[in-house]
């Protein structure tokens, strides 16, 4: 590829931003396959263990905008290093726990510094791609960035299943290398973006952070509490509530954390509903697919999660071609596509998971994956595109945060549907078997909320394995369903035609504008 004016080659520069967001995608997934043997190291309670997975996530959905906007504001290759240096470091701290009393609060804590680290590094590190390719070979660039990326989030239970056999503390200490890679690519390509100065919107940066954090904390802590429990109503009300407060300030505000009028462009908010609509999929399929395979199909955890690599195949295959699709025609086409082909993939998934055989179900894991790859970096892209060349970093803190959102929501419904109906499966079970009704429903309810097990497969019976695969088989056509639903928005909501560069989107001011850029012509 051609060099960059300042900089240098825009492989060098692309090969650096991808590894500067690895670690945390890989980190989304990776820690939930270490948790019980994390658990039992250390001593931690239940809801200790939770908060050490949870904390990461939260302080990365919360902090997203915050990182978008210092980005822009500070400077995108200062900023995307000074994450990778956070991550890097916090994670170092995380493999070093201590055992004992501190061990849960040292956990928690450095987890949502990786979280600060990731919400640094992630906006600032796509704006330099962005900046870094023209509009035309964008989608390209953009669809092998998403594809490594969205690859590295199936890897992350593997990965974390292999480096298990060594120690936990593994799965935290592989981010100091692939940060120290990514440290050395940044200091040799020298990435050179625009950036404007301004004032950080404090008043912003408590609102967005108390109703995301709120209403995700909500989400998270629905399977802990239950829906019932009036603090997940209060938690999530009140986080919405923050939300909308925050989207009103932001209007009246001279220098906003975030610019909501870009929300007046049809493109960049349809492309970012779709977005928080997929990643109630995208993101727990990986965790459903691998519990799937180790209590259903009673494999290892090393074993079982070789499901999610069909899944990467098919991802990373198709989201070349939906980059080059969207170079050359337009984002709509590969969006609603995509969508609809994951839908049938899911939904055909569906039908073989109660076969208890996984060489069946290979073909329509490809199929999920290859629609999921197909779009899912082009709604990405389309949506960052509409943002002017100084703001690249705030919309992708608006995607991202909306991705997590959408991410957190999906864990907490699927969740609850995976449990709820697995215990209604076993409780059938057990009554045909001539267990009472009310004994039945107590040994139900207490083997679904273990779902991981104790990690001997071998233990598990029949029935509860073919329950557990019935349970996974209408999660799955949920998914599939939620995909027919995005499929449907990008179809009505999306415009035919390759996205145009606009003269004005140079312009500091352009932004100012929603409709500035990313215009459509007639076809």
Request: glycine residues 12%; hydrophobic residues 55%.
């Amino acid at each position: 590829m051609s060099s960059t004016g300042g900089g240098r080659s825009r492989s060098l520069i692309l090969a650096a931003m991808i590894f500067a967001v690895a670690m945390t995608f890989i980190d989304q997934t990776i820690v939930s396959i270490a948790a019980p043997k994390i658990q039992e190291d250390l001593g931690l309670s239940s809801s200790g263990l939770q908060w050490a997975i949870n904390s990461y996530l939260l302080a990365l959905a919360a902090l997203f905008a915050f990182g978008g906007r210092l980005a822009d504001t500070a400077g995108h290759r200062r900023m995307c290093g000074l994450g990778v240096i956070i991550f890097a470091g916090a994670s170092a701290l995380c493999g070093a726990t201590p055992g004992g009393g501190i061990a849960e609060a040292w956990l928690v804590a450095f987890r949502a510094l990786q979280g600060l680290g990731g919400a640094l590094m992630f906006p600032a590190a796509l704006a330099i791609v962005v900046q870094t390719f023209d509009l035309h070979s964008r989608g390209r660039a953009l669809a092998l960035f998403f594809g490594i990326a969205g690859g590295l989030t199936a890897i992350g239970p593997i990965a974390g299943g292999w480096l298990l056999q060594w120690t936990w503390r593994a799965i935290f200490w592989i981010n100091i290398p692939v940060a120290l890679i990514a440290l050395v690519l940044i200091a040799v390509s020298k990435p050179v973006t625009d950036h404007r100065p301004a004032p950080m919107d404090y008043r912003g940066l408590a609102l967005i952070v108390g109703g995301v954090g709120l209403s995700v904390f909500g989400f998270q802590q629905s399977s802990v509490w239950g829906w019932g429990n009036p603090a997940i109503e209060a938690c999530i009300a009140a986080g919405v509530i923050l939300l909308g407060v925050f989207f009103s300030v932001e209007r009246r505000t001279e220098s906003p954390l975030i610019n909501v009028r870009i929300f007046g462009n049809r493109a960049f908010t349809v492309e970012n509903i779709i977005l928080g609509i997929v990643m109630m999929v995208f993101i727990p399929v990986f965790f459903f697919a691998s519990v799937y395979g180790q209590i259903a199909l009673g494999e290892k955890a090393t074993t079982a999660s070789l499901l999610l690599l069909y899944f990467f195949l098919g991802f990373v295959v198709f989201a070349q071609i939906g980059g080059r699709m969207l170079d050359r025609i337009g984002a709509k086409r590969p969006v609603v596509l995509g969508c609809a082909l994951a839908a049938v993939g899911f939904a055909l998934w569906a039908g073989k998971v109660t076969d208890l055989h996984a060489g069946g179900q290979v073909i329509y894991i490809v199929m999920a994956g290859a629609g999921m790859g197909l779009m899912l970096g082009q709604a990405n892209t389309d949506a960052v595109n509409r943002a002017s060349r100084y703001s690249y970093g705030e919309a992708t803190g608006i995607t991202q945060t909306i991705r997590n959102y959408g991410a957190s929501l999906g864990f907490a419904v699927l969740g609850t549907v995976l449990i709820s109906e697995f215990r209604s499966k076993i409780t059938s079970s057990l009554i045909a078997k001539g267990a009472p009704g009310p004994v039945a429903s107590a040994q139900a309810a207490k083997i679904a909320q273990l779902q991981g097990g104790n990690g001997n497969v071998a233990s598990i019976p029949a029935f509860i394995r073919a329950d557990f695969a019935g349970a996974t088989r209408d999660v799955l056509y949920v998914l599939a369903a939620i995909m027919a639903v995005a499929a449907l928005v990008a179809l009505r909501g999306l415009t035919r035609g390759v996205q145009q560069e606009d003269e004005n989107s140079a312009s500091p001011l352009a932004s100012e504008d929603p409709d500035a850029v990313g215009l459509y012509p007639a076809r």
